[in-house]
C-alpha cells in the first residue's frame, strides 16, 4: 500500500481524513487499541460514569480543526463554557492567572510577589538559561516561589532548570504590571484570559466521542483497529503486527511515542537519541460522587493545586462539562484528578487513588462525610513531552534520519513538540503530513511540526458556535 497510518488518536485521524478529502484510498490506518482515540480517548466505568484520559478542553488554531468538531458532532453536540479556573492555596481559590490575583493571597505573600514583579520589570532584560531562570526574569522572586516553582514541578515532575522556556508563547500569561496593581489594589478578581477562554464540551461521551465519530468517517477498508505494531523494518518498507501479519508500504505515518518506534525499527542510534527526550507519566484518578458540588464548586472548570498537601496537579469537575458524564445527571456529580510521575517524582501506584481521595478532602473539594460512588483509575505511562533544555537537538537528530527510511514520526509523542501537541495541533500535524506526502510539497507545507510559534499566533476561535 501506499500510505500506513501507524495510531488511530488524534494524528492518525487527521492524516487519514485529510487522505480521504484529497481523493486518496490507497492507505490503513491501524491502532493496538480496540478504539480510536489514543490520549484522548474516554471510557465509562462500571458504575456508570464517563472519564476522559485527564482533564481535555477543546481549542483551536485551525479552520480546518474547527470544521471537524462541528462534523464530528453537529453544532447541537457540544455544550459552551465560559473558562473558570482557578489555583487552590493557602486555605482559599485564586482565580488563574495567578498573579492578576494577589489580593486573594495574605499580605505578606502578597507583597512577596509585587516586590518580586517590580524588581523583574526593573532588572536589565537577560537571556535566560532554562524555565527556571524564565519564571524569575518573568515574575520575580515571589510569584516563583509561592506558586510558579511548586505548580510547575508538580506538573511537569522535572526540575525546572532542566526545562527550556521558548514552548511558553501563549501559555502562560506574562504580567502586564498594571493589572497586576489594579487586582492587588480594587481587590476585584480577574477570572478571563487566554485563548481558552471559553470552550466547548462534548454533549455526551466524553471528548472520545469526537474522536470516534472522526474514526467514523474513515472507510472501514481504510481502518483497522486491534492490532499492535511489533517490529518495523525501515529499509525493506514492513511493518510486522502482533497477529504475525505484514504489512509494506511506500510511506509510513508514525504517531508512535518515537523512543518506542526506534526500538521497534531497531535503529540504535536513533534510539540512543530518542531516549534522551524527557517525558512525565500521568495518573488519572476520577471519584463519582452522589448529591451535587458544593457552592464553591457549582461553576468551576479545573483547578490548580501547587501545594503538597495533595499529590494532584490538576482538578477537573468533569460533571460541570457535562451532566452526562455522571452516573444521573442531577444527582451525581464527579472529580477527576492528574498526577505527574517521572524519575525526579516517583509516586505510589499502590496508594494513589486513596492518596488522591484524601488530598481532596485536604482541599475542602469533597468532605469526608461525602458518598464516593466510584473512583476510577488510569496510567498514562507517555503523559506529557517534557519540553527539555536538549530537546530539539534530540528531535532534529532523530526526524531527518527516520524521514530517509519514508517514515514520518509525528503527533504528540512522535514529534515530542509540547507546545504543538495538543488534539488541534495534533490532528493538524497528521493533516499537514499526509497533504505534504500526497502532493510532493516540501516541509514548508508542515507548519505545526517546523514553526509552533507562528501556528500558535495565528487564528484562534475564541466563542466556538
Ligand atoms: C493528561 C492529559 C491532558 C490533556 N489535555 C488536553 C487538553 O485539554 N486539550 C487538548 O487539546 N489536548 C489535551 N491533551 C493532549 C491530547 O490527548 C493529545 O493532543 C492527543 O491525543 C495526541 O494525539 P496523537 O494521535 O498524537 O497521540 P495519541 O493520542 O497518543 O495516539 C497515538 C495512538 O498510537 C497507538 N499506538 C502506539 N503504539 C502503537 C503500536 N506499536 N501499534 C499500533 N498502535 C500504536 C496508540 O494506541 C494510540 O491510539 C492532554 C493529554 C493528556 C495526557
Known amino acids: 500500500m501506499k500510505y500506513l497510518i501507524v495510531g488511530a488518536g488524534p494524528t492518525g485521524i487527521g492524516a487519514a481524513l485529510a487522505l480521504n478529502e484529497l481523493g486518496c484510498s490507497d492507505y490503513l490506518m491501524i491502532d493496538g487499541q480496540d478504539i480510536a482515540g489514543g490520549l484522548s480517548s474516554s471510557f465509562v466505568d462500571d458504575a456508570g460514569f464517563t472519564w476522559d484520559l485527564g482533564g481535555h478542553v477543546q481549542f483551536s488554531h485551525y479552520e480546518i480543526f474547527d470544521e471537524y468538531m462541528d462534523k464530528a458532532l453537529g453544532k447541537e453536540g457540544w455544550l459552551n463554557h465560559q473558562r473558570e479556573s482557578w489555583v487552590w492555596m ?51 522572586g515571589g510569584v516563583t516561589e509561592h506558586f510558579f516553582y511548586p505548580y510547575n514541578f508538580k506538573v511537569w515532575a522535572h526540575p525546572l532548570e532542566l526545562m527550556s522556556y521558548q514552548w511558553v508563547g501563549e501559555r502562560v500569561a506574562v504580567p502586564d504590571l498594571a493589572k497586576v496593581m489594579e487586582g492587588v489594589c480594587l481587590g476585584e478578581d480577574q477570572v478571563s484570559w487566554g485563548p481558552n477562554s471559553t470552550f466547548r464540551f462534548p454533549l455526551r461521551g466524553g471528548t472520545g466521542s469526537i474522536w470516534r465519530a472522526l474514526a467514523g468517517f474513515i472507510p472501514e477498508e481504510n481502518k483497522k483497529l486491534g492490532v499492535r505494531v511489533v517490529s518495523v523494518d525501515p529499509a525493506g518498507h514492513t511493518v510486522t503486527l502482533d497477529n504475525g501479519e505484514v504489512l509494506a508500504y511506500e510511506k509510513l505515518i508514525s504517531t508512535v511515542p518515537v523512543d518506542q518506534f526506534t526500538e521497534l525499527a531497531n535503529l540504535p542510534q536513533l534510539s540512543a537519541e530518542s531516549s534522551q527526550l524527557l517525558y512525565s507519566s500521568t495518573h488519572v484518578v476520577g471519584i463519582g460522587l452522589e448529591g451535587q458540588p458544593a457552592e464553591p464548586l457549582e461553576t468551576k472548570c479545573w483547578m490548580y493545586f501547587p501545594e503538597e498537601n495533595c499529590p494532584f496537579y490538576r482538578v477537573t469537575v468533569f460533571s460541570n462539562y457535562s451532566p452526562n458524564n455522571t452516573l444521573a445527571p442531577g444527582e451525581t456529580w464527579s472529580l477527576m484528578a492528574e498526577v505527574a ?13 486513596e492518596d488522591v481521595v484524601q488530598g481532596m478532602i485536604n482541599a475542602k473539594l469533597i468532605s469526608p462525610d461525602d458518598k464516593i460512588l466510584s473512583k476510577w483509575y488510569c496510567f498514562l505511562d507517555h503523559g506529557y513531552p517534557t519540553p527539555s533544555v536538549n530537546r530539539d537537538s534530540h528531535i532534529n537528530a532523530v526526524l531527518p534520519e527516520l524521514e530517509k527510511f519514508d517514515i514520518y514520526s509525528r503527533g504528540r509523542f512522535g514529534a515530542w513538540k509540547y507546545e504543538v501537541s495538543n488534539q488541534d495541533h495534533s490532528f ?28 500558535n499566533k495565528q487564528y484562534n476561535r475564541r466563542n466556538p458556535s
Open 428 to 455: 493538524m500535524q497528521g493533516w499537514e503530513c499526509a497533504v505534504r506526502l500526497l502532493t510532493g510539497a516540501g516541509a514548508e507545507a508542515e507548519p505545526t511540526l517546523h514553526t509552533p510559534s507562528a501556528v
Open 90 to 140: 493557602r486555605d482559599t481559590f485564586v482565580p488563574y492567572p495567578f498573579q492578576f490575583n494577589l489580593h486573594r493571597l495574605p499580605p505578606k505573600e502578597r507583597w512577596d510577589c509585587v516586590k518580586g514583579l517590580f524588581e523583574a520589570s526593573k532588572a536589565e532584560p537577560t537571556k535566560p538559561s532554562h524555565f527556571k531562570e524564565w519564571a524569575i526574569a518573568t515574575f520575580g
Open 341 to 353: 510521575q517521572s524519575p525526579y517524582k516517583p509516586v505510589d501506584q499502590a496508594t494513589v487513588v
